[in-house]
């Protein structure tokens, strides 16, 4: 360990109803907006109708939602020219989440629409230092602002096409225009003055994708002759347990292939870079995450079923495409190994669409921990679905790193 001197629910008939209200407003809306604001949506495939369901339905982990947007379970920051992505929780579900899921009654409808709403960074020019905080303030409110229709969307989506328009979508245009106002007069008072942007207003409803993520395709097949060695197993035809389903279930056999290991000079690797030495209990603190080689731009949930699911993949630059996770969790001593299944008092995973073959720094804000005594505090990289990225050598060190701070 180093050491640093610096310091949406609605349950039963009103789901089925919504699914076939929001598919006729689909007709009525119609087209396809390129959208960066709804998480990546469109790049993330759980199948939701056909998935299957966890054996137990558990409480989220703590930190399962953002500390300043109660019940959020994504939120964005912008962070040296983009916006960056923290998964709260991993994906996780609420108990009730769980057990309408168990119960049947999630269905087909279970996040499948989405309020889109066309992407305003891609569209401003060059923002002078001096406007910087206040056109975040309104970047961050624009989020805001889709998050709360979504919401409405899902309690009362199944009021009908004139209800989504005049009560959903026509306030957003309008909140949104005035939001976008600020931000153009934010930056004209400091330099060149944006244009267009009151035509980002209008959203509209679209559907999630929900195409398969994977069924982990060829179950490994057989390397010839093991190259001489006695390889006990390389898929589950043999296994005698069940068969993973995504969710994070032990006592499973994943038949997932590894997928694609990029050279030894492109794989990923991490580094804290930045730490505090000693916090007070509860008080929020920052960890400083530089990532090299690892384009995060790919998460499927693990509480959703995207856990082991999908293969590594490589980008055209041979990149490791994923994310990474940043987890503190109080220890009892430092004399033995921690007990692995307790749930950790900070979690969060991070996918920012940055990163690539240069290495770059991200923020991570911690709320704080509610406990005195050691903190571990460890980031470590994920490929889509979850697992440390492999290498091209056994000798090298995978992407991980750990810190501890004393909490007083």
Not at 74 to 82: P, S
Not at 162 to 179: E, G, M
Not at 353 to 358: M, N
Request: with cysteine.
């Amino acid at each position: 360990m180093r050491r640093s001197t610096r310091s949406r629910r609605p349950t039963g008939n009103a789901r089925t109803k919504r699914l076939l209200a929001v598919g006729a407003t689909l007709a009525v809306f119609g087209g396809v907006v390129a959208v960066t604001q709804i998480s990546s949506a469109g790049d993330r495939r759980s199948n939701q109708q056909q998935r299957p369901v966890a054996a137990e339905c558990v409480a989220p982990s703590p930190g399962a939602t953002a500390p300043a947007a109660r019940g959020a379970t994504t939120t964005r920051t912008w962070q040296n020219g983009r916006w960056v992505v923290n998964h709260w929780g991993d994906g996780q579900q609420t108990v009730e989440e769980c057990q309408e899921t168990r119960d049947g009654t999630d269905g087909a409808t279970a996040g499948a629409f989405a309020v889109a709403c066309p992407d305003v960074v891609s569209r401003l020019p060059q923002v002078p230092d001096r406007a910087r905080a206040e056109v975040d303030r309104n970047l961050n409110a624009l989020q805001t602002q889709i998050t709360e229709a979504d919401e409405r969307l899902a309690a009362e989506g199944d009021r009908g096409q004139r209800f989504i328009r005049n009560a959903i979508l026509n306030p957003l245009a309008s909140k949104r225009r005035a939001t976008l106002g600020r931000i153009t007069i934010a930056i004209d008072r400091f330099g060149p003055r944006p244009r267009g942007l009151g035509n980002l207003a209008t959203c509209q409803v679209q559907p999630v994708d929900n195409n398969d993520g994977g069924d982990g395709g060829d179950n490994g097949g057989d390397n010839g002759n093991n190259n001489g060695l006695d390889v006990l197993a390389n898929n589950c035809d043999n296994s005698q347990l069940q068969a993973h389903d995504g969710f994070q279930n032990g006592n499973r056999c994943i038949s997932t292939a590894f997928g694609e290991v990029g050279s030894a000079a492109n794989n990923p690797s991490l580094l804290i870079t930045d730490f505090p030495q000693q916090i007070n209990r509860n008080e929020g603190f920052s960890i400083q995450v530089s990532t090299r080689n690892l384009v995060r731009d790919r998460f499927l949930p693990a509480g959703q079923g995207g856990y082991y699911l999908e293969s590594s993949l490589l980008n055209g630059q041979g990149l490791t495409r994923g994310h990474f996770h940043t987890a503190c969790r109080m220890l009892n001593n430092t004399d033995e190994a921690p007990a692995p299944e307790p749930v950790p008092a900070f979690f969060v995973a991070t996918e920012d669409g940055g990163g690539g073959a240069e290495p770059d720094q991200v923020t991570i804000q911690i709320p704080g921990l509610p406990d005195s005594g050691t903190a571990q505090c460890a980031v470590w990289a994920g490929d889509g679905s979850h697992r440390i990225p492999m290498s091209e050598r056994a000798n090298q060190t995978p992407a991980f790193d750990a810190v501890r701070i004393q909490v007083n």
